[in-house]
């Protein structure tokens, strides 16, 4: 039995399910009503998945990755998309340059107190530039609920609740930033297809990596594979299984942009 590995962030365990990953980020970019003058920051940009895209369309702006993962920035560097990758912590980082648009694709749900962070991020915004966020607002789901029903149940006293995502309610996010600038707020349900995995129930695979992290990093190896086999009893019966092995898996995302 060895001790938690509190390792940092995979990028390859990440790109598993690029394309179900990527789609959401795309939808958000091409809600994005306005831009202003100044610098793009993907904020939170991770391995770099959306780094083309956003060059792609805004290649008249200089192009800023921010991210605390030595590892993902290390990939996203090598995709060549941006013009800078900074390491920092994306609760503190600000800047007194006016920004064209801060694009934020499934990376704030990781930080707390959206009350005081969102009215910052606004305010680094240029005439005209806008803030760009997508959420996922699966929390309430089996596939995360019952991550921490088990953790809850089964070793109470180890994880910080704090370092699991959470996100406001809609009709929150509404009132703390519709009087700021034009606001427009949805959500989506995306039908993704889970490919069959062996010896796993592909919900297990495709939240083990990001919400399910803080979780098994805080756990024994014995543990790990006692709250995984749990999980995976309660997965067959939440998303089943069709003759093939694969699994219709709805998953729910929140977006937002603001235009000031």
Excluded at 25 to 54: E, F, R, T, W, Y
Excluded at 236 to 245: F, L, S, T, V
Aim: with cysteine; glycine share 8%; charged share 20%.
């Amino acid at each position: 039995m060895s001790g938690p590995n509190r390792q940092d962030w995979s990028p390859s365990a990440y790109s598993k399910f690029r394309s179900l990953r990527m789609r959401p980020a795309l939808d958000l970019l091409q809600s994005v009503p306005s831009v202003g003058g100044g610098m793009i920051v993907d904020l939170g940009c991770g391995n770099g998945v959306v780094g083309k895209a956003l060059k792609e369309r805004f290649g008249g702006h200089s192009l800023l990755g921010i991210d605390a993962s030595p590892a993902m920035l290390d990939a996203a560097s090598k995709l060549a998309c941006y013009d800078t990758v900074l390491e920092a912590d994306v609760s503190e980082w600000e800047t007194p340059e006016p920004l064209g648009l801060i694009f934020s694709n499934a990376a704030l749900h990781w930080l707390p107190k959206h009350d005081v962070l969102l009215p910052k991020l606004v305010h680094m915004l240029g005439q005209g530039g806008t803030l760009a966020v997508q959420l996922p607002h699966q929390n309430n789901a089996p596939s995360h609920r019952v991550w921490r029903s088990l953790m809850d149940e089964l070793f109470p006293d180890r994880y910080d609740p704090s370092e699991a995502p959470s996100v406001l309610k809609p009709a929150q996010y509404h009132a703390l930033l519709s009087g700021i600038g034009q606001l427009s707020l949805w959500e989506t349900e995306y039908y993704q297809v889970l490919e069959s995995e062996p010896g796993s129930h592909p919900v297990r695979r495709f939240t083990e990596a990001t919400y399910a992290r803080p979780f098994l990093q805080a756990l024994e190896d014995d543990e790990k594979a006692d709250i995984i086999e749990r999980y995976e009893a309660v997965m067959e019966k939440a998303y089943p299984r069709d003759e093939n092995g694969r699994v219709l898996f709805p998953f729910r995302r929140l977006f937002f942009t603001l235009t000031v």
